[in-house]
């Protein structure tokens, strides 16, 4: 079969709290990205729909979206693998375009955080853990990103100031994204004044500016068949590589706890597909729900190798003019987490990016791009890498 484009792309603003529902929600992204395709609804082969279950009160959303987004009666699919969900979409749409089964398929990612309470969404959190082995023992998200920063510092003698530094580089371009949650200026300062918010504890040694927020929020992707990506769309955006790996659930079964071995194996697959190598990425987006998990992505993408990741950090060879911008949308530190939502904005950006339509966080001349998402504590990788 030929090659498989991106033609669209959209993206709701990232929220703490949407006033309306999840399918209001849903059609915010649908309708940017549809409008930046120029496809009406019966353009539209099929559908996935993408997002972590245990946070929707809606059962079956894709079935309630497909109606609300005038999809029917095209056939529409629902995804989740956590945080990776949307990217996980993204795969299954170049899987059922590059068959030839449809020529366009919408991947609609979204999560709509604020249904439950904070505490409620923390104990979800903990049961993408083994609800047997791990979660009952009060297990949550922070405490076991904060076991492989403790790892990473151990063995490499990454410091709390490097961690810092990476939320710094995400709230100077934060504050140029109109669609993130978080635009306020965070100093490296804030991170040694004991008055500061950032400076406050969550599982040693992360504290608060180390993690991401919870988000309500939306993005869609439209993807295309060659033939119709050439005759609709100007500036299409190839799909050259996609690489997708597991691991243990518990983390006792694992052997690696300075990086995530998904991200390795899913990027190994997603450049020997795309025939390319980790020096020819123009600009990456890279799952940063923690600092430390991009610290660690620098190195299981290659960007550097194991424990010299803070040095691209410190030598700001990760910001816009450096030599492998990362994040330079704010990430999301910056942009907020709404889980099934968060790898369709991370594709985005990078589409926009290689369209050369990022405004103030545009890169110089991206040929090819990255995109790393995280499915739970590196239970799911997807690495997708795209090219113009």
Known sequence: MGRVAIIGVGQSSFVRQYPGSIRELAFDGFKAAMQDAGLAAEGIGASVICSAPEYDKQRSPAGIFAEYLGLNPQPTFYVESLCSSSSTGLRLAY?????????????????????????????RMGRGADIQWESPFGTMMPAYYAMYAQAHMDKYGTSLDDLALIRVKAATYGQLNDLAVYRKPVTFDMFTDPESRMAGP??????????????????????????????????PVWILGVGAATASVNLAGRDLFTGLAVARQAADQ??????????????????DCFTIAEMMAYENLGFAKPGEGKELIRNKETYKEGSIPVNVDGGLLSKGHPIGATGGSQIRTVVLQLRGEAGDIQVKDPEIGLVHNIGGVGLYGNVTILGR
């Open 202 to 235: 969550v599982a040693s040694p992360l504290r608060v500016g180390d993690c991401c927020a919870n988000a309500d929020g939306s993005s869609c992707i439209i993807v295309a068949s060659e033939e119709k990506a050439k005759a609709l769309c100007e500036k």
């Open 95 to 123: 899987s059922l375009v590059e068959s030839g089964l449809h020529d366009t398929v919408a991947v609609i990612g979204f999560q709509k955080m604020s249904e439950i309470s904070s505490s409620e969404s923390q104990e």
């Open 270 to 287: 997603a450049y020997k597909m795309a025939g390319v190598s980790p020096q020819d990425i123009d600009v990456a987006e890279v799952h």
